[in-house]
């Protein structure tokens, strides 16, 4: 069992539609990052959410932690063909202090079409 | 540098034959991860550090894998007798301690078993 489900796994859609990407767990998380990863780069980190229904927003991403901490999404405001990448969820489990280590979602990839 | 070094970028070996992965952390970051990633797919967590410990050493696949730390800094991952599905790419990523830290990637070893 995957501790983050994250969905849609794959999208494609023009430029300039609006999208929004899930993570989901079953688990309550103290907080939950989001990452974007280009082709042949690592992972760089967009944002951390920390307090439940929580909205942050990034230009035109938009991130919210759900209201029990067990879900996230993230909200892309007419996407552009850079916005493509990997977006994966990663957590800490509650133990804290990293214990268990960074755990990662499999990744929606997103393609933005010109 | 100022980010995490990987090397090699890129490895090709035969299979059976042993490999040794690096990562050069950023300075002064207690925490640091090695992850593997097979093409188009998420990240699937190795093992982590803090500081020279590995506390929990189950994600590694098999007994093949090994890794250390040494002086709080660089470490290894070594892999055992290759096979053809420990393709993959090896990221690495260090961060200070705790839960909400942001993690830093290196750019990975991609690693081909022929």
């Known amino acids: 069992t995957q501790l983050l489900e994250q969905s849609p796994q794959f999208l494609s859609i023009q430029e300039g539609e609006n999208l929004t990407v899930y993570c989901n767990s079953s688990?309550?998380?103290?907080?939950l990052q989001w990452y974007r990863q280009e082709p042949g780069e690592g992972p760089v980190l967009l944002v951390t959410?920390?307090?439940?229904?929580e909205v942050k927003k990034l230009k035109r991403l938009t991130f919210q932690f759900g209201d029990a901490r067990k879900d996230s999404s993230l909200h892309i405001t007419a996407a552009q063909p850079g916005d493509t990448g990997l977006y994966l969820c990663?957590?800490?489990?509650?133990?804290?202090?990293?214990?268990?280590?960074?755990?990662f979602g499999k990744g929606t990839h997103l393609i933005i079409q010109p | 540098g100022a980010g995490v070094s990987q090397s090699p970028s890129n490895k090709v070996t035969e299979k059976g034959k042993d490999v040794e992965l690096r990562c050069d952390p950023i300075?002064?970051?207690?925490?640091l991860y090695w992850y593997r990633q097979s093409l188009g797919q998420g990240l699937e967590f190795l093992i982590y550090?803090?500081?020279?410990?590995?506390?929990?050493k189950s994600g590694l696949p098999s007994d093949r894998f090994s890794a250390e730390r040494t002086g709080g800094s660089v470490s290894t991952l070594t892999i055992q007798r290759t096979q053809q599905e420990d393709s993959a790419v090896y990221l690495c990523a260090s961060s200070l301690w705790g839960e909400d830290t942001e993690a830093f990637f290196g750019q990975g070893t991609r690693l081909t078993v022929v």
């Open positions: 959410v920390v307090t439940g229904g």
């Open positions: 300075s002064g970051h207690t925490a």
């Open positions: 688990s309550v998380f103290s907080s």
């Open positions: 990663a957590v800490n489990y509650p133990s804290g202090g990293g214990a268990d280590g960074l755990t």
């Open positions: 550090f803090q500081g020279n410990s590995a506390p929990d």
